[in-house]
């Protein structure tokens, strides 16, 4: 693989925030319509992971909050998430042909320990 802190690793790191992130919340691609195109909690985590090993650490530290801000009132967090939408107008086709968008989805919550344990930190898991 490409080290995050390599010319190759910053300039992928440099596009994702530049085209798929909004705030703290990455897109899976440009031209995504699944449940609208929104923001994927997993996603921001390996981007927080990236940052990380790209020592930056307070920017992987607020992709771990967002993800973390994800989750409910009963700590489940979702898939993705409505904010944001890339394509709003193709939401209820997906939610009429499998209902909400999957929450709790186990993938978001182990990508948000994940981040936490590359940041040896757990604050944001408790957030």
Known sequence: MVPAGSPLGRATIERLERELTVGDGVHRYLDDTFY?????PL???FLGIAHARAGELAR???LLAWAAST?????AMPEQVG?????PERVAEWVERWGPVARPLLWSHAMLLR???ELGDDEGVRA
């Open 115 to 117: 981040l936490a344990v």
């Open 71 to 75: 989750a409910d009132a009963d700590g």
């Open 60 to 62: 992987a530290r607020e």
């Open 83 to 87: 904010q944001h939408l890339l394509a």
């Open 36 to 40: 609208g195109g929104g923001q994927w």
């Open 43 to 45: 996603l921001s985590c």
